[in-house]
């Protein structure tokens, strides 16, 4: 399973990052994917990386703003979005992923609120 | 992008109804196409992916199928614990997209 850091409040302008430990399987086995989901609303795809060779893709609107990092030592993924604003305002998940197994499991979430 | 386009957005159902949510695709994505389903307050579960293969744990009552632009999850008799909002996701290309969310509720 998957155990995301907790709960954050930054204001604008700030970065955040956020952590997604990998428990029970290979960690650079499977691709670790962010989705985020404001408040009320629908899921986000932001990006993806592989553990293994610490390859990422973000989609274009995080691209500039999204770093996607690993520590294989520690069997940890971490999200981290810069330059933050009250759009921003979020719970952010983890997912692992492969084609056999894709988006499963999902971290718990971690809330990211942006406010002055 | 594609655009991955979810109906109804709600649905009110009782328990042992049979509801289907459909999800429709801007342009072909194969079989290249999940279901989630999502509770107040708890990340999304994976139900279903490649159109029509049930998640280890998965009850049989939930169902996929369809293909290129059109497809459904079915949902054989409701049972109390699947009152939830369900996505589908395209995975065939970049960025990946979610559709709007359907939410079954109780009649």
């Known amino acids: 399973h998957l155990v995301q850091s907790g709960p954050e409040m930054k204001k604008p302008g700030a970065s955040v990052t956020v952590s997604c430990k990998a428990f029970g399987y290979t960690f650079p086995h499977y691709d670790i994917n962010w989705v985020r989901q404001a408040p009320g609303q629908g899921l986000e795809w932001m990006g993806w990386m592989n553990p293994n060779s610490g390859r990422t893709g973000s989609a274009q609107k995080f691209q500039g703003r999204l770093i996607m990092t690993r520590d294989a030592s520690t069997n940890t993924a971490y999200m981290e979005l810069t330059n933050l604003s009250p759009d921003d305002t979020a719970f952010y998940f983890c997912?692992?992923?492969?084609?056999?197994?894709?988006?499963?499991?999902w971290g718990q979430g971690t809330l990211v609120t942006v406010s002055s | 992008d594609i655009q991955m386009t979810q109906s109804p957005s709600s649905i009110s159902a009782s328990v042992g109804d049979t509801v289907a949510i459909t999800c429709r695709a801007s342009q072909g994505i194969n079989n290249w196409l999940s279901w989630f389903q999502q509770k107040p307050g708890k990340a999304p579960k994976s139900l279903i992916y490649e159109t029509s293969r049930l998640q280890n744990g998965v009850p049989s009552r939930f169902s996929g199928n369809g293909s290129e632009t059109d497809f459904t999850l079915i949902i054989s008799s409701l049972q109390p614990e699947d009152f939830a909002t369900y996505y589908c996701q395209q995975y065939s290309n970049y960025p990946l997209t979610f559709g709007g969310g359907t939410k079954v509720d109780i009649k």
């Open positions: 997912a692992r992923d492969s084609r056999d197994t894709p988006f499963d499991p």
